[in-house]
């Protein structure tokens, strides 16, 4: 394997040190991801070199230009703590020249927007719930055209930031004042989808053109309370305690082979659809009648060693520090817009 000179792009707050060692789980918690795709491309036998950017992309350059890395390992999720930010860096990135891992500028914006997703979903015949967006700014009015219950998430942060049990409404008052809150408590733009009855279910996807997609992850509430829907609430996603009081679990999906290969057949179509590229995770929901609904995209999973997408990698007969080589790869050869073969 050819040594590569790598540049792991991420947030300033969350450069990893070179060893765990002296640190307690919740510091390590931070800059997990960080370190393992660190940790696994030394192993590899890359040269590695960590910029933490916070603010101003042009360290970026600076450090492209003085390291000259053969590809930018892309992990900086937002910049001046803004999520929709993020689609810059990639931008910068194919302006400097550099390959890069990760998903494409346009891709990230397609994905980030969950209205503009949905809309190209639905053209293309993908199933997805029914929805509309209330835009920041402007008087709340409720359509009829979509049934409740219905869930009120962001329109546009990751990460299930804003989304609870209240998140899910059954009538027009609820649903305004979910809808305020997200505008209040989240500042984005806000959107109510038909809430589907059903299993929770992920995907990963793996390439630029030809597609891997992963084996099909069910998230599991072993103690759900009487009354609560089976949902990934902000605090189901990030709060260990909680986590474990609702005996949350995440693995391979229990599904008839028919089930999976739709599944497969839905994700490769929604991953070229939304102009994705490198590797993505779908959220979807199988519904008790059987059919599969893709609830959004995420151009940017979590890449910890022991998370979802990396375990699921795994059982695809990629471990881990092949994933990341993998996925270095893919970055490598994606042609963005103007960059010679």
């Not at 409740?148 to 209240?166: H, N, T």
């Not at 099909?216 to 986590?243: C, M, N």
């Not at 990629?318 to 990341?324: A, D, F, G, Q, W």
Request: proline residues 6%.
């Amino acid at each position: 394997m050819k040594k590569l000179r790598v540049l792991l792009l991420c947030h300033s707050d969350l450069v990893p040190p070179n060893s765990r060692e002296g640190y307690d789980s919740d510091a390590i918690y931070d800059w997990q991801a960080e370190y393992d795709v660190a940790n696994a491309l030394r192993g590899l036998g890359h040269e590695v070199q960590v910029l933490g950017v916070s603010d101003d992309v042009l360290p970026i350059r600076h450090c492209v230009e003085g390291f000259e890395p053969h590809v930018v390992f892309n992990q900086l999720v937002e910049l001046r703590d803004v999520g929709a930010f993020a689609v810059h860096v990639a931008s910068y990135l194919e302006l400097l020249g550099v390959p890069y891992t990760g998903c494409n500028p346009r891709g990230l914006t397609l994905a980030r927007d969950k209205a503009l997703s949905k809309k190209i979903l639905r053209y293309h015949r993908i199933g997805t719930p029914a929805f509309f967006d209330f835009p920041e700014g402007r008087k709340i009015r409720v359509p009829k055209r979509v049934p409740y219950p219905m869930i009120v998430k962001s329109l546009d942060e990751e990460a299930s930031r804003g989304v609870s049990q209240a998140s899910i409404v059954r009538d027009d008052a609820a649903l305004a004042e979910r809808v305020e809150f997200v505008h209040r408590n989240v500042g984005s733009g806000a959107i109510a989808e038909q809430y589907v009855e059903g299993r929770e279910l992920t995907v990963g996807l793996l390439g630029n053109d030809r597609l891997q997609v992963f084996p099909v992850w069910e998230l599991s509430f072993a103690h759900l309370p009487d009354g609560t829907r089976p949902i990934a609430t902000e605090r189901v996603k990030w709060d260990r305690a909680y986590q474990k009081k609702l005996g949350v679990t995440t693995g391979a999906a229990d599904l008839p082979d028919e089930v999976r290969a739709r599944i497969g057949r839905i994700a490769r179509r929604s991953f070229r659809a939304l102009n994705l590229s490198g590797y993505a995770r779908l959220d979807l929901r199988l519904s008790d009648d059987g059919r599969v609904h893709v609830i959004e995209a995420n151009p940017n999973p979590d890449l910890t060693d022991d998370e979802d997408f990396a375990l699921a990698g795994g059982l695809a007969g990629l471990p881990y520090p092949r994933l990341i080589q993998r996925i270095m790869s893919l970055g490598i050869g994606y042609r963005a817009p103007g960059r010679s073969s």
